[in-house]
Nanobody, 119 residues
């Protein structure tokens, strides 16, 4: 199972970006999917998580600014980021809890996409 994240880039403070994460491989189903981020010198932190029923939760620091969504038919996870702040600068990683076609439950990570917010 592979996760491919995309959509990062350089944006000015107050701007918006949309991240995408496509899951591929021997996937039977996907349970929860999530976005994490890691800024330089800091630990990786949860940004947003969405379960298979589309119920989402967010880190306090992004509530009201970020929206997580998924297209289960396309095994794709999204993160719409608005009102970006310099402190949102980080590498963003997608994560998925996957049931494989041979009935294993695995946790898969994407390679990360860099978001840089300039002041």
């Amino acid at each position: 199972v592979q996760l491919q994240a995309s959509g990062g880039g350089l944006v000015q403070a107050g701007g918006s970006l949309r991240l995408s994460c496509l899951a591929s491989g021997s996937i039977f189903s996907i349970d929860a999917m999530a976005w994490y981020r890691q800024a330089t010198g800091k630990q990786r932190e949860l940004v947003a998580r969405i379960n298979s029923g589309d119920s989402a939760n967010y880190a306090d620091s992004v509530k009201g600014r970020f929206t997580v969504s998924r297209d289960s038919a396309r095994n794709t996870l999204y993160l719409q980021m608005s009102s970006l702040k310099p402190e949102d600068t980080a590498v963003y990683y997608c994560n998925a809890a996957v049931i494989t076609t041979d009935w294993r439950r695995i946790e898969s990570w994407g390679q990360g996409t860099l978001v840089t917010v300039s002041s």
